[in-house]
């Protein structure tokens, strides 16, 4: 069980354009879902928390008109980067949390690539 | 300083070694504790979760917390090739803004050889 997924794993994008990462609990309902950035060698750094059918929130530093957050269900959270650069080519990953549960269940995490 | 420290390694040992791993905080609010392992271009497994000071165990893995010294460890028993990876400590507070937020440690890289 707790198992997330997340689509695409990888994925290659041209300076400019706009990419959505899909972020799914699979066999629970999670209230929050959570979106990490890694960059090589490095820990994750969480970029925002997302509750279901509420605006995300956003930490410090993190552009929330770049980096748009969606939770329309207790099962899917999506993240878009909007109007990429090469600088937010790295790795991305979502965690959820179940209703009651402390445990954050990570996706797979999605590569971005931005040429 | 860093909320949490943890040192990156790289931690080398030979197959069958009891592995030691360790992170230290300074955030009081911090009361549950948790391991991930990350295996090179995949997201962090979870390993351990505790809650209070003590000792648990799940079978080669145990974690230890300390809050009075505000450090907590991993300890791996008999250790596998296959637990090559990089361990990622992590911890969040009980309630308030900080509620459900993961702090995270460097990671340390461990390799296993046979």
């Known amino acids: 069980g707790a198992v997330v997924s997340q689509h695409p794993s990888w994925v290659i994008c041209k300076s400019g354009t706009s990419v959505k990462i899909e972020c799914r609990s699979l066999?629970?309902?999670?209230?929050?879902m959570f979106w990490y950035r890694q960059f090589p060698k490095q820990s994750l750094m969480l970029m925002a928390t997302?509750?279901?059918?509420?605006?995300?929130?956003?930490e410090q530093g993190v552009e929330k008109d770049k980096f748009l957050i969606n939770h329309a269900s207790l099962t899917l959270s999506t993240l878009t980067v909007t109007s990429a650069h090469p600088e937010d080519s790295s790795f991305y990953i979502c965690?959820?949390?179940?209703?009651?549960?402390?445990?954050?269940?990570f996706g797979p995490g999605t590569r971005l690539t931005v040429t | 300083q860093k909320e949490v420290e943890q040192d990156p390694g790289p931690l080398s040992v030979p197959e069958g070694a009891i592995v030691s791993l360790n992170c230290t905080y300074s955030?009081?609010?911090?009361?549950?504790f948790m391991w991930y392992r990350q295996y090179s271009r995949k997201g962090p497994e979870l390993l351990m979760y505790?809650?209070?000071?003590g000792n648990k165990e799940d079978g080669r893995f145990t974690a230890q917390v300390d809050k009075s010294s505000k450090y907590i460890s991993l300890f791996i028993r008999d250790s596998q090739p296959s637990d090559s990876a990089t361990y990622l400590c992590?911890?969040?507070?009980?309630?308030?803004?900080?509620?459900?937020?993961?702090?995270f440690g460097q990671g340390t890289i461990l390799t296993v050889h046979p």
């Open positions: 066999d629970f309902q999670a209230t929050t």
């Open positions: 955030n009081s609010a911090f009361q549950y």
């Open positions: 505790t809650y209070s000071s």
């Open positions: 992590a911890m969040r507070g009980a309630g308030g803004t900080s509620y459900g937020k993961l702090t």
């Open positions: 965690s959820a949390e179940g209703t009651g549960g402390l445990e954050q269940y």
């Open positions: 997302s509750n279901e059918g509420s605006k995300a929130t956003y």
